[in-house]
């Protein structure tokens, strides 16, 4: 038996290995390919003496530029905010005003767009605290609508439709930047903040926004806080299109309205989503070739918006993921095939999740809860303690209040009346993300996993709410931020291991899996940061009899290690062979109680009795 986990083990390793291999040839690929744009783009200015040519190819790179921030909300968070080009005009006018009527350095305008455009930025984006997706983007397109109007209304400061005359040129720390120097100095700030980018998408925190992203109950149930991670969104999506305007105004000492309309928000969603949002490559070259689209047009032509529109609907439905996604992992399939000689990685042992409460005290208390959704009331009145160390399955028919009172021990609903303690500490009320920060795992009825992410990275997940957050260690990449992302790697292959995922599928994309392996993930993923109590809502179903034996017997082992169980689960038998405690839901109260070793009461063996398999529907 021992042979045969340390050969499982050394197999882990050496495909973590390969998977770790093939990224890094594809990362040093990516980023030589960001040079050489980026050296291209420096050296086109002497290659074309007219200064029309010059202009367009400096607006291309202030779009690429808005571009990268669009990516970090939209592809890497998921939020689909659209008011980039008013965040643009309000830096542009910012900057020009100051020149203009007050004649302020340089170095002062740049941080009054900066801090303007990024503070309006955030400002516009608030709305995607209540609100999500299409909705969202609606709420963002307004501003976008009404900024050209709101400039001519102020024509008296802001020239109207006639436009802002007057500005002097960019002087920065007492160098006169030319027009030739301002574009180059957009090629130097587009490459830093591509990288930075790229940076932010392979760390840490570039999982926590896709976790957000795709799995928002499931990542706050690991420990992150998503109303924080918004917040860094909208700096970090504002910052690039504040930059942008501070440069176009500047480069063209003029600004007007019609710079900053529907016609550049379509370019830029189109070319995100076309090209592939939340890759390296997708957006730059997205936003690039609908660019030079709509300079051949001409920006103001009608047929530029309807293109745009048309390309949008196009790229939607035939590249559903965008053209960099797909053509990656196709890369990334041929070069894995093709890398056989590769070091072994090491997996090291977790340490113990620390409780945050009392040792002696129940692991969980519930008292009278009581939980109602609108005039329905699921829960009326639940007693429920569990001991530390305890392995407990709550049965009972769908509706019975079995999965909703799971979701109020991990804070994903709030209850009516009644108390929640685990560990002694009383959690009721906490917001889900406090609960998963302190040591409480979670599955869900529906796998909740980032789908084009791989199984390694998803288990990841599990461990990135449950430490310090660096975000300036990210952005630089900087060794701290290595570190930790080793660690929390570390964390995630000895919880791949733990369950008994094949090797093969370190690598593998989540969307790739069938249902029964995607639950053995989100257990995985679960135990990521090695938590004391783990909840877990139908993670039989789907599975096996051979799956169901490897999760009863991983949860089992857990459980001989300390973690105590709560299962939800229709499968009686199988509750009946791996727990030592079962506690029967009926109509929202605990009907009976049975604990191993003691007779099982009468209500408890008629339940049993009745559904011995009991493979139901999912509860609702």
């Known amino acids: 038996m021992e042979a045969t986990f340390l050969s499982a ?65 939209f592809g890497l968070a998921g939020e689909l905010a659209l008011g980039y080009a008013a965040i643009m005009a309000v830096s542009a006018y910012t900057s020009g005003m100051l020149n203009v009527y007050l004649g302020t350095p340089g170095i002062v305008n740049l941080a009054a767009s900066l801090g303007v455009g990024t503070g309006f930025g955030v400002l516009l984006m608030l709305p995607s605290l209540r609100v999500r997706g299409w909705y969202f983007g609606l709420v963002s397109m307004f501003a976008v609508l009404a900024m050209p109007y709101l400039i001519v209304m102020a024509e008296d400061w802001t020239g109207g439709e006639n436009g802002l005359v007057g500005i002097t040129g960019l002087n920065l720390l007492g160098v006169n930047f030319s027009f030739n120097m301002i574009y180059v100095l957009a090629v130097v700030v587009f490459a830093g903040l591509w990288l930075v980018v790229d940076n932010l998408r392979r760390s840490t925190w570039g999982l926590m926004l896709t976790a957000c992203r795709d799995s928002f109950y499931a990542a706050q149930a690991c420990g992150i806080n998503p109303t924080r991670i918004r917040m860094v969104v909208f700096v970090l999506a504002s910052v690039p299109a504040s930059l942008a305007g501070f440069l176009m105004v500047n480069a063209e000492m003029f600004a007007n309205p019609g710079n900053y309309d529907m016609n550049l928000t379509l370019l830029i969603l189109t070319g995100v989503v076309l090209g592939g949002a939340g890759t390296l490559w997708g957006p730059v070259l997205g936003v690039g070739l609908l660019a030079g689209f709509s300079f051949w047009v001409g920006p103001f032509s009608s047929y530029n918006a309807v293109a745009l529109g048309l390309m949008l609907m196009i790229g939607v439905v035939a590249f559903p993921n965008g053209v960099a996604r797909s053509t990656g992992k196709s890369i990334r399939n041929w070069m894995s095939g093709r890398m056989t000689d590769v070091r072994p990685s090491s997996i090291t042992p977790l340490r113990r999740h620390a409780s945050s409460g009392n040792a002696n005290a129940p692991v969980v208390d519930i008292k009278r809860l009581t939980i109602a959704f609108g005039a329905h009331t699921v829960v009326k009145g639940a007693n429920l303690q569990l001991q530390r160390g305890t392995f407990c399955g709550l049965v009972g028919p769908n509706g019975s209040g079995k999965s909703t009172i799971l979701n109020a021990i991990c804070g994903a609903v709030q209850a009516k009346s009644g108390s929640i303690a685990i560990d002694g500490r009383n959690v009721t009320g906490l917001p889900m993300y406090a609960v998963g920060g302190m040591g409480v795992g979670r599955t869900f009825q529906m796998p909740q996993l980032i789908g084009d992410a791989s199984v390694l990275e998803n288990i990841m997940i599990g461990g990135v709410g449950q430490t310090r957050k660096g975000l300036l260690g990210a952005l630089l990449r900087l060794p701290s931020e290595r570190r930790r992302y080793r660690e929390i790697e570390q964390s995630a292959l000895h919880a791949f291991q733990r369950v008994g995922l094949a090797p093969e599928l370190v690598g593998a994309d989540a969307d790739d899996l069938p249902l029964g392996l995607k639950r053995i993930v989100e257990v995985a993923r679960a135990i990521a940061a090695d938590p004391h109590l783990i909840l877990l809502d139908e993670p039989a179903a789907g599975l096996n009899r051979a799956e169901k034996l490897k999760l009863g017997e991983t949860l089992r082992r857990l459980n001989s290690e300390g973690v105590s169980v709560v299962l939800v689960e229709h499968n009686v038998s199988f509750v009946q062979e791996y727990c030592n405690e079962i506690a029967l839901l009926d109509d929202g109260l605990i009907a009976a109680r049975w604990r191993d070793g003691e007779p099982q009461p009468t209500i408890l063996r008629d339940y049993i009795d009745q559904y011995p398999t009991a493979d139901h529907d999912e509860e609702v």
């Open 9 to 73: 083990g050394q197999a882990l390793a050496h495909a973590h290995a390969h998977f770790r291999s093939v990224r890094r040839r594809l990362d040093r690929i990516s980023l030589s390919g960001v040079a050489v744009v980026a050296a291209a783009l420096a050296i086109l200015p002497p290659l074309f003496g007219d200064s029309y040519t010059i202009a367009r190819l400096s607006n291309a790179v202030f779009y690429l530029i808005v571009a990268l921030g669009f990516n970090i909300a």
